[in-house]
Antibody, heavy 119, light 106 residues
């Protein structure tokens, strides 16, 4: 059974840094297309960053230069390093796995971790 | 960037009603569209992918149709567990979600 468990969220001051983790089970992160998707309180869904199995990375303009997606194959874990955080980055951050090995929909989701950027 | 526009934003319906949600893309996305259901405090769950393919385990009262720029999600007979927010998402060029449609109890 595929499972994704996010962690690392919390309250952080503007300008600070945070690293989110997504521990995967039931499949191999390094062989999958993975993504981070966020949802601001009371708002819709926004893709943040994508990491393909072949190491290609795509990052939304809203976080480009500040957020970095990566993975650790030995831990079967996906990460999101978030730097220079702003109030508008406040959101629930979900880890998601693409269907199959292509550019498709998000078949599996974690439960999300809340990041609150506030002084 | 491809913009996705859903209508309506809110929909009030009763159990047993037939419900239709529309999603329009700002340019053609072929059939590269998915529909998700999200309940409060929970992660989204995929219902439909590639415009009309039903996700395994999803009840057959859910169906999707359309191609190009106009798509619909239909719930043939609304059940109590279907009251939720629904999002469309394109994956033709990067990934964009619609703003969501909240299905409320009438």
């Amino acid at each position: 059974e595929v499972q994704l468990v996010e962690s690392g969220g919390g309250l952080i001051q503007p300008g600070g840094s945070l690293r989110l983790s997504c521990a995967a089970s039931g499949f191999t992160v390094s062989s999958s297309y993975m993504s981070w998707v966020r949802q601001a309180p009371g708002k819709g869904l926004e893709w943040v960053s994508v990491l393909y199995s072949g190491n290609s990375v795509y990052t939304a303009d809203s976080v480009k230069g500040r957020f970095t997606i990566s993975r650790d194959s030995s831990k079967n874990t996906l990460y999101l390093q978030m730097n220079s955080l702003r109030a508008e980055d406040t959101a629930v951050y979900y880890c998601a796995r693409f269907r199959g090995s292509g550019i498709t929909d998000f078949e599996n989701w974690g439960q999300g971790t809340l990041v609150t950027v506030s002084s | 960037d491809i913009q996705m526009t859903q209508s309506p934003s809110t929909l009030s319906a009763s159990v047993g009603d037939r419900v239709t949600i529309t999603c329009r893309a700002s340019q053609s996305i072929s059939s590269w569209l998915a529909w998700y259901q999200q309940k409060p405090g929970k992660a989204p769950k995929v219902l439909i992918y590639k415009a009309s393919s039903l996700e395994s385990g999803v009840p057959s009262r859910f169906s999707g149709s359309g191609s190009g720029t106009e798509f619909t999600l239909t719930i043939s007979s609304l059940q109590p567990e279907d009251f939720a927010t629904y999002y469309c998402q394109q994956y033709s060029s990067y990934w964009t979600f619609g703003q969501g449609t909240k299905v409320e109890i009438k």
